[in-house]
C-alpha cells in the first residue's frame, strides 16, 4: 500500500513537472494583452532594479509607459537628476551581465544613439546628450524573468511598427 501511494505522489510530481512550464509560457504567451504585458513589465523592472549601488541616489522611478517609453529618473542628494528615456521602437537587444559585486546589470539597447539622457540641477551644468547602451543596475534575475522581460520588450516594439 506505502508503495501504491508513493508511486501515485511521484506520478503526481512530474505531472506537475511537466504542467507548469506549459502553465507559465501560456501565461506570458500570446494569450496575454498589452495591459498584461504593460503591468507585468513595469513589475518586473521595478522589482529588479537595485538602487543600492549608488549611496547618493535620493529616489528613483522607472517604467514603461502607454505608449511604449522606457524611463528612468534618479533623484540625487541636492536634487540633482539624471533622465533616460527611449521609444521601444528603437530597441535592439538586452543583455545581462552577472557580476560579483553589489549588482548585475541589465543593459537595454537601441539601434543608434536613441536614449536621451538629461540631466538636471547638476553643479557643472545640465546636459542633454544621447546614448545606445542603457545599463541598470539589477538584482540577480532568473533565466526564465529575463527571457519574459525580452519578450514582453519585443511584444511592445513590435506594437509601434
Keep these: 500500500m506505502l508503495k501504491s501511494i508513493l508511486l501515485k505522489a511521484k506520478g503526481g510530481l512530474i505531472t506537475l513537472l511537466i504542467a507548469l512550464p506549459i502553465v507559465f509560457s501560456y501565461g506570458f504567451g500570446t494569450g496575454m494583452g498589452e495591459k498584461e504585458w504593460l503591468d507585468w513589465s513595469n513589475k518586473c523592472l521595478s522589482e529588479s ?6 549611496a547618493k541616489l535620493k529616489k528613483w522611478e522607472i517604467a514603461l509607459t502607454p505608449d511604449h517609453f522606457i524611463r528612468l529618473r534618479k533623484t540625487y542628494q541636492h536634487d540633482r537628476q ?15 551581465l552577472h557580476s560579483t559585486g553589489p549588482a548585475d546589470t541589465l543593459q537595454l539597447k537601441t539601434v543608434a544613439d536613441d536614449i536621451i ?23 540577480t534575475m532568473s533565466p526564465e524573468r529575463l527571457d519574459s522581460l525580452r519578450n514582453a520588450l519585443i511584444f511592445f516594439k513590435s506594437k509601434g511598427l
Design 117 to 139: 539622457v538629461q540631466t538636471y540641477e547638476d553643479p557643472k551644468g545640465d546636459i542633454d546628450s544621447m546614448a545606445t547602451v542603457l545599463n541598470l543596475p539589477v538584482k
Design 49 to 54: 532594479y537595485n538602487p543600492s549601488t549608488d
Design 82 to 96: 539624471e533622465y533616460f528615456s527611449f521609444n521601444l521602437q528603437r530597441f535592439a537587444d538586452v543583455n545581462y
